[in-house]
């Protein structure tokens, strides 16, 4: 899941922009967030971003890829009990969370 949040970072984001990587504990979870200075994902575009095979406007205009890495992250973390999500603004950049239980709870 990490691997795929800063790959698409990097993908997104221009030459020389900074990628932040951070993780908070909580009394139930860990939280990751990966944010980029990329171009940001469209609001009328961000429910979709986790969909298997999405790609949104941004990603079919710059980059090439099938639209299931996202769709893969959020069935790898939820298997684990947790939660993934993006907050965004165009032209800003992007972070995407994850939260994974800190008693390491699976999901059958």
């Not at 899941?1 to 800063?6: D, G």
């Not at 990628?19 to 961000?46: A, F, H, K, T, Y």
């Not at 890829?65 to 069935?75: C, D, E, I, Q, T």
């Not at 298997?79 to 800003?92: C, K, L, M, Y």
Request: net charge neutral.
């Amino acid at each position: 899941v990490l691997r795929n949040l800063l790959s698409n970072a990097v993908k997104y984001s221009p030459p020389d922009s900074l990628i932040r990587i951070s993780g908070r504990v909580e009394p139930d979870r860990i939280i990751v967030s990966v944010s980029d200075e990329g171009p940001g994902i469209p609001l009328e575009e961000q429910h979709a971003v986790f969909d298997r095979f999405s790609r949104g406007s941004v990603a079919q205009n710059t980059t090439s890829g099938a639209g299931l890495g996202l769709y893969l992250s959020k069935a790898i973390v939820e298997a684990h009990g947790g939660e993934i999500w993006v907050e965004s603004t165009p032209g800003q950049g992007a972070t995407f969370y994850f939260s994974l239980p800190r008693n390491g709870a699976v999901r059958t």
